[in-house]
């Protein structure tokens, strides 16, 4: 076994080599490193004196399970900041000084916005050592700075919608030897504990999926008359939202898929791709259009995606086949429901009745659905779309472009494994009577044991015999 001195050396120069463009070497068994125990490390590490949940003792009061919890959480919080010191330090920061290995574009699809999370978990972490009670750890009053730092807990979104697209790119440079010789000479260098890459990847998902759970454990301890108890519970609240949000647009991502094929099955298309601006079908179904300009009615299937809502039309011998017939960008336009009666801007009667207005022209569109329940259901359907798109900016939620080019691949599969041309790839289904878009899970990866996964609250909503028809998800 070679001394500290030694040891330090060796990999060192592993790493040198690497960064230089030279071979990497290393030996396993002679330049072994010993993982350093956490325990024992102070200012970012674990502190083994706030290590304990007293498992297995005779129970406790509850003033020490709520001290135990908060240790707990304490705990969890130093270990984490040393994972995210070691993803930036030991992985980015080195894999920046090898340009002829990797690419702006590519660091920005593994890593994400790590270093974002890095120094908004420093600042939050100064907020709880200085509200920890370190001589009654019971008394600590950490509820304030969940409820403080709740804004900045959005920017896990980001780098969660990102984590399909880092497994994918880290998949593909993992074939070359080079790459894996590369990330476990930074591991090494760095003293980091034995695991791969993608697990240190992981461990920003697991942590904004974990604090739920510890929050609802820490208010199960904390008595009403606790100063702290209003401020666990608010921030219980909070971060459930957080956590169900990240999780919905998850499960948005996941189902663009379906979006891709749908498109493609549609005859006649025009214009930009629907992923180019939207990534949710909030409600479908059948109504009367009249546009001003002509003022005729005509009979149409519509799709209320976020941000835009496309016309079609039925085939005329085959009614599962749709024709596209234009869209609305409803960001231009504003919903105003109308009274039964008639309408003095068209001149026609009108019942079960809405108005599209453009807010910069007079253009305007109004639809008539056949039942009252129906016209019901699509108000609130707009509603929710403006709600999805101004909850989508908040926290700055977009589809990338290497996600939609998978998209896309994934159609071209499709239709290659059905034998038909990619403008038709299969018949559209739709539901007459509307519908909204189908839950999906939060899918990590495959590998890890359920048991190393926190679950997050699963956002409900209504299911869909439009999605239902299609492939169905998998969870």
């Known amino acids: 076994m070679l001394d500290f001195n030694s040891r330090h050396q060796f990999l060192s120069s592993c790493l040198?080599?690497?960064?230089?463009?030279?071979?990497?070497?290393?030996?396993?068994?002679?330049?072994?490193?010993?993982?350093?125990?956490?325990?024992?490390?102070?200012?970012?590490?674990?502190?083994?004196?706030?290590?304990?949940?007293?498992?297995?003792?005779?129970?406790?009061?509850?003033?020490?399970?709520?001290?135990?919890?908060?240790?707990?959480?304490?705990?969890?919080?130093r270990h984490y900041i040393k994972h995210l010191k070691d993803i930036c330090e030991g992985y980015l920061k080195q894999c920046k000084k090898r340009r002829d290995m990797f690419s702006d574009e590519q660091l920005k699809v593994i890593f994400g916005n790590i270093e974002d999370i890095y120094r908004f978990q420093m600042g939050f972490v100064?907020?709880?050592?200085?509200?920890?009670?370190?001589?009654?750890?019971?008394?600590?009053?950490?509820?304030?700075?969940?409820?403080?730092?709740?804004?900045?807990f959005w920017i896990y979104s980001e780098y969660c919608n990102n984590h399909l697209d880092a497994c994918m790119e880290l998949s593909k440079l993992m074939r070359d030897s080079r790459y894996q010789h590369f990330f476990e000479a930074c591991r090494l260098l760095q003293q980091m504990i034995d695991i791969a890459i993608d697990g240190f990847l992981l461990t920003p998902i697991q942590k904004i999926c974990k604090y739920p759970l510890q929050l609802a454990e820490l208010l199960k301890y904390t008595v009403q008359e606790h100063s702290d108890y209003r401020y666990v519970a608010a921030a219980l609240a909070v971060m459930r939202?957080?956590?169900?949000?990240?999780?919905?647009?998850?499960?948005?991502?996941?189902?663009?898929?379906?979006?891709?094929?749908?498109?493609?099955?549609?005859?006649?298309?025009?214009?930009?791709?629907?992923?180019?601006?939207?990534?949710?079908?909030?409600?479908?179904?059948?109504?009367?259009?009249?546009y001003q300009p002509y003022g005729r009615s005509q009979q149409r299937v519509f799709f209320l995606f976020d941000h835009q809502m496309v016309l079609c039309k039925k085939d005329l011998i085959r009614r599962d086949v749709l024709y596209y017939k234009g869209r609305i960008d409803m960001d231009r336009y504003e919903v105003t429901d109308i009274e039964d009666g008639r309408d003095d801007d068209f001149n026609v009667s009108v019942k079960n009745a809405f108005k599209l207005r453009n807010k910069d022209t007079e253009e305007s569109h109004i639809f008539h659905a056949k039942k009252l329940e129906e016209k019901i259901r699509w108000l609130r359907a707009f509603q929710e779309e403006r709600k999805m798109v101004q909850e989508d900016e908040k926290i700055g939620f977009e589809i990338s472009g290497y996600q939609k080019q998978q998209a896309a691949t994934t159609v071209r599969k499709v239709a290659k494994q059905k034998g038909v041309s990619q403008n038709r790839s299969m018949p559209p289904f739709y539901a007459p009577s509307g519908s909204t878009m189908d839950p999906g899970q939060y899918m990590l990866p495959g590998s890890l044991a359920q048991s190393e996964i926190f679950e997050i609250n699963d956002f409900k909503r209504s299911p869909s015999p439009f999605w239902q028809r299609l492939t169905p998800f998998k969870k």
């Open 16 to 77: 040198i080599q690497l960064i230089s463009g030279g071979s990497p070497w290393v030996n396993q068994e002679d330049g072994a490193v010993e993982t350093v125990d956490t325990n024992e490390v102070q200012n970012g590490h674990l502190d083994s004196s706030n290590d304990c949940l007293c498992v297995g003792r005779p129970l406790q009061n509850r003033d020490q399970m709520r001290a135990n919890v908060i240790n707990e959480i304490m705990s969890t919080e």
């Open 126 to 152: 100064r907020d709880l050592e200085k509200q920890y009670n370190t001589e009654e750890p019971h008394l600590s009053e950490i509820g304030p700075c969940f409820l403080e730092h709740q804004d900045g």
């Open 241 to 290: 939202n957080v956590t169900q949000q990240i999780n919905e647009r998850r499960r948005r991502l996941e189902n663009i898929d379906k979006i891709a094929q749908w498109q493609a099955s549609v005859l006649d298309w025009e214009g930009d791709d629907i992923l180019d601006r939207s990534s949710e079908l909030v409600y479908t179904g059948e109504m009367s259009w009249v």
